[in-house]
């Protein structure tokens, strides 16, 4: 489903570890990376724009799509410095020791991670509606929080969170494809069947990744917070205005983040690369002519 000129690699990043990617276009290289419960199958309009002009590189994260899903043997497994890893390997292994960087939601996290972890390789960063994971712990408070319950029921410990979600994937999964969606003709139904099937084979490590999220991700932000480490970095960020719901400032946090930052609101829902691909094009084009 792919645009015309894009061919599908897999590249090993890791010990028993590849990845599934959509490569096409030529010129300076640009790694998307996909949220949930989604696939690199998200960035294919905002992908045929940019491969125009540049050489677009959308893999599958860890564990999710048809790249490796490796057995969540510790907390390092779906680490985002572990995914991040993965996908400064991937860069490399097809060419590139630089480029710049996109992500969307889950993606969103590894490509901040990679920018912290990678500064020497990452030019450009572009953050799609999230917030980094420290911060979004701080500002999850009360009822409030009931909108993140399923960041809850997967950080909780193997076994229960792997049953409850397999037992009815389809319905976990298409329950977010249908709440967060402002537009839901954005994603026809070829599209969420892919996403659906995808995300049916992948339980076990989806839930690994956010299990992750609740730990050790913390641990390396707080870590990075303490010492004053930031992106140096051109960096955008697109959001829903969060901040209105749950009571905090998402500029605010971001610029704790980022020394070049522009963080705009967005009026799309939150699968904002398929229901406002023009206006995504248009945010990543002004970040990198930064």
Sequence with gaps: MMPAGFEYRSVRVADGVSLHAAVGGEGRPLVLLHGFPQTHLM?????????????????????????DKPVEDGADTYSKRTMAADVVALA????????????????????LRAGLDHPGAVTHLA??????????????HGAGAAV????????????????????????FF?????LW????????????????????????????????SAGVDVDHDRADRDAGRRLEMPVSVLQQ???????Y??????SRWASDLRHSTVTSGHFMAEEDPAGVVEALRELLAR
């Design 249 to 254: 400032d998402a500029a605010a946090v971001w």
């Design 174 to 178: 298409g329950h977010f494809l249908d």
């Design 43 to 67: 960035w294919r309009h905002v992908a045929a724009d940019l491969a125009a002009d540049h050489t677009v590189i959308c893999p599958d994260l860890r564990g999710y799509g048809a790249s």
């Design 181 to 212: 969606a402002g537009d839901a003709g954005a994603i026809p139904e070829d599209v969420r069947a892919a996403y659906l099937d995808a995300c049916r084979a992948a339980v076990p490590s989806i839930v690994a990744d956010y299990r992750a």
């Design 241 to 247: 205005d969060w901040g209105a719901a749950l009571g």
């Design 127 to 140: 953050c799609l509606d999230v917030l980094p994971t420290l911060d979004m712990w701080e500002v999850l």
């Design 148 to 171: 993140a319950f399923h960041l809850y029921l997967m950080a909780q410990p193997p076994g229960l969170p792997e049953r409850m979600i397999a037992a009815e994937a389809d319905a």
């Design 92 to 111: 490399r292994a097809l060419g590139h020791e630089r480029f710049a960087l996109a992500g969307h939601d889950r993606g969103a996290l590894v490509a």
